[in-house]
């Protein structure tokens, strides 16, 4: 499956404070029915989303109007428990392209980096001033530079660097998965290939 190209996005941010963020919270276990990656964003965050009744619960900020973007802003340890991939398809599928805390479980890390959907990892004291910077003004923009590996406040052009795999970088630059990549080096592969037959 190809991804769209990531190079620069300039966003506004939606924030869930939430420490200890689950992919059982993330995208409810009931929903894990569909084997495609389309169709989860509707779920997302379903339980807090919706109440029994299945109408909108008006505090969880994915349904306050005041906060719209593709950043999604989240607490400390985002996407712990499980190891489903369908946890990254429904934030992707949901419209979201770049999500921020202060530490990711790595297996949520690497699903996401595989299905188009950039992790940023920051200090806890950065995501402390994003999180202030969002309760100041809701309509703050925020922009995340993959080629220079920047996230930057920008109003204050405050900013903090991220890590973030060559190799993975590379995938997201060129909207690329890894059959994609393998694809993208198929003369490399046949050069190779051909230098090993006469040896």
């Given at each position: 499956m ?12 939606i924030?869930?404070?939430?420490e ?9 276990a009931?929903?894990?029915k569909?084997?495609?990656?389309k169709?989860f ?22 349904n ?5 973007g593709?950043i ?9 428990g499980?190891s489903?991939?369908h ?16 530490f ?12 188009g959907?950039?992790?940023v ?5 950065f995501l ?15 922009e ?19 890590e ?7 995938c997201?630059?060129?909207?690329y998965d890894?059959?994609?990549?393998l694809?993208?080096i ?5 050069a ?8």
């Amino acid at each position: 499956m190809s991804i769209p190209k990531f190079d620069k996005l300039i966003s506004r941010a939606i924030p869930v404070r939430t420490e200890n963020i689950d992919t059982d919270q993330i995208i409810p276990a009931r929903f894990l029915k569909a084997v495609e990656r389309k169709g989860f964003g509707d779920n997302l965050f379903y339980d807090w989303r919706f109440n029994k009744a299945g109408q909108p619960i008006a505090g969880f900020p994915l349904n306050d109007p005041r906060y719209q973007g593709e950043i999604l802003v989240a607490g400390r340890n985002f996407g712990c428990g499980s190891s489903r991939e369908h946890a990254a398809w429904a934030i992707f599928d949901h419209g979201f392209r770049v999500v921020v805390s202060s530490f990711f479980a790595d297996i949520f890390r690497n699903n996401a980096l595989n299905n188009g959907l950039l992790p940023v990892k920051v200090s806890d004291e950065f995501l402390a001033e994003i999180f202030a910077e969002i309760d100041r003004d809701p309509m703050a923009q925020f922009e995340v530079d993959l080629e220079q590996q920047t996230f930057t406040i920008l109003s204050s052009k405050h900013s903090e660097t991220f890590e973030i795999d060559a190799y993975k970088k590379r995938c997201l630059q060129n909207g690329y998965d890894d059959v994609d990549y393998l694809v993208s080096i198929m003369p490399q592969i046949e050069a190779f290939e051909e230098k090993r037959k006469s040896l």
